[in-house]
């Protein structure tokens, strides 16, 4: 484990614990529906729409304005403003009083947390090394399971430990415990956001380099493999986002459990299960189509360029006929990116 974590740049360590609080404060809706329901009123397709279908609207169109964002500015600053707009959401959240406020506040959850991915993955790529961009996105991505789980554990927990209504200081009435839920789970927010703000982001700020490729061209002769992730994906983040969006609601409606005790026992599957195989994708990846990777650092100098040519060219005739196709694909799409 420990020379699996090694070559990891230290920045994905932080971007992971920014994914872990981006899905943990996604997740505390659907840890506490039954309450939200009853203190707003709302039927479950009411909730669902606020709960997924406001924020996923949100997050998918806010996406597509985020990719030039990325390509333009201060990476490590554009994520701590996402950051800070959806913790804000997150606090809006915990204060809504009727369905259009709480809508309102989920699509300004999914406006802020666009930001994060497309950011931190354009920072993995640049900073972590060629042949262990698989680890550092699995890194990264375990932390979305994990940040679930955490919300689901850790959120149960306080559930059990918090009266039904919590006294708060200053205020004449106390608050039913979902809310103080979600202001409790802005604050490790700003914790990160502060730490990004001290992250370098090297190549920004100064004069902007010419784009070493055009992506219509590259989307264009790779249709069909985009295609089938984007198909792909849809599929697993259908099945993925409704179990989790339900599967609380499912343990208390059906097995009759308590609302903490659902949350910490559907917690405690997500926290375990999950992480494995983002780990071992990881792994996998970065072995390569021949079970080799590429020794350089990401190709951002000549001689590093010249060690990723040479590495494809030796790999192509060390491989199998059956694999040298993958090999000569990737070279020929470094050539292009470079």
């Known amino acids: 484990m420990r020379g699996f974590l090694a070559p990891v740049w230290p920045g994905v360590w932080l971007l992971a614990a920014a994914h872990l609080l981006a899905f943990a404060d996604r997740s505390v809706a659907a840890l506490v529906a039954p309450a939200i329901k009853a203190d707003l009123g709302l039927s479950d397709f009411a909730f669902g729409l606020a709960q997924g279908t406001a924020f996923v609207a949100a997050y998918a169109v806010a996406s597509l304005g985020v990719g030039p964002l990325v390509d333009r500015i201060h990476r490590p600053r554009l994520i701590a403003a996402g950051i800070l707009v959806w913790s804000l959401a997150s606090l809006a959240c915990g204060l809504a009083t009727d369905l259009p406020e709480f809508m309102l506040a989920r699509l300004l959850l999914g406006l802020g947390q666009a930001a994060l991915t497309p950011a931190a993955l354009a920072l993995i790529a640049a900073r972590q090394r060629r042949d262990r961009i698989g680890q550092g996105v699995s890194l990264y991505t375990a932390g979305a399971v994990l940040g679930r789980g955490a919300a689901l554990l850790l959120g149960g927990g306080l559930l059990a430990l918090l009266p039904a209504m919590v006294p708060i200081f200053g205020f004449a009435a106390p608050a039913p415990a979902w809310r103080v839920l979600f202001v409790l789970s802005a604050v490790p927010n700003l914790i990160v956001m502060i730490l990004l703000l001290r992250l370098d982001d090297p190549g920004r700020g100064g004069p902007r380099l010419r784009p070493r490729m055009r992506?219509?061209?590259?989307?264009?002769?790779?249709?069909?493999?985009?295609?089938?992730?984007?198909?792909?994906?849809?599929?697993?983040?259908?099945?993925?986002?409704?179990?989790?969006?339900?599967?609380?609601?499912?343990?208390?409606?059906?097995?009759?459990?308590?609302?903490?005790?659902?949350?910490?026992?559907?917690?405690?599957?997500?926290?375990?299960?999950?992480?494995?195989?983002?780990?071992?994708?990881?792994?996998?990846?970065?072995?390569?189509?021949?079970?080799?990777?590429?020794?350089a650092q990401p190709c951002s100098s000549a001689s590093s360029s010249a060690r990723c040519r040479s590495w494809a060219s030796s790999a192509s005739r060390t491989a199998p006929a059956s694999r040298r196709r993958p090999s000569r694909s990737w070279s020929s799409a470094s050539a292009s990116a470079r």
């Open 215 to 295: 992506v219509g061209p590259w989307l264009a002769r790779h249709a069909g493999r985009y295609a089938a992730i984007m198909i792909a994906g849809a599929a697993v983040t259908l099945v993925v986002q409704t179990t989790n969006a339900w599967g609380v609601t499912l343990l208390v409606r059906r097995f009759g459990l308590p609302l903490p005790t659902a949350g910490m026992l559907f917690g405690i599957v997500v926290a375990v299960a999950a992480p494995l195989g983002q780990f071992a994708g990881g792994r996998l990846l970065d072995r390569g189509p021949a079970g080799t990777a590429c020794p």
